[in-house]
């Protein structure tokens, strides 16, 4: 079993930073993708940010220059940094990672259970 732990969530004011951050552990060979996703009410979960183990990253094109994502492949987390934060970022964040439990098996997606993130005045 695989467990992604996120934190980091919460409500700020426009313009304002959070940082999100997910770690794993459990039956975890090697993980290549870590990443972090989004659903506002009423929309479908979009790609916000991704990082492989290489450190090649995707990012929403909307997003780029706002958020930075980084990744401690030592410590199997992830995070991300959010800056000038809008009313539209309002979304539960879900954590994202493709592993391998074993050398033997290929990768899948597990997904956190997500957290709360509000921009609001």
């Known amino acids: 079993q695989v467990q992604l732990v996120e934190s980091g969530g919460g409500l700020v004011q426009p313009g304002g930073s959070l940082r999100l951050s997910c770690a794993a552990s459990?039956?975890?060979?090697?993980?290549?993708?870590m990443g972090w996703y989004r659903q506002a009410p009423g929309k479908e979960r979009e790609l916000v940010a991704t990082?492989?183990?290489?450190?090649?990253?995707n990012y929403a094109d909307s997003l780029k220059g706002r958020f930075t994502i980084s990744r401690d492949n030592a410590e199997n987390t992830v995070s991300l940094q959010m800056n000038s934060l809008k009313p539209e970022d309002t979304a539960v964040y879900y954590c994202?990672?493709?592993?391998?439990?074993?050398?033997?098996?290929?990768?899948?997606?597990?997904w956190g259970q997500g957290t709360q993130v509000t921009v609001s005045s």
């Open positions: 994202n990672v493709a592993f391998r439990s074993s050398i033997l098996y290929g990768f899948q997606d597990y």
């Open positions: 459990g039956s975890i060979f090697s993980i290549n993708t």
């Open positions: 990082m492989t183990s290489g450190g090649s990253t």
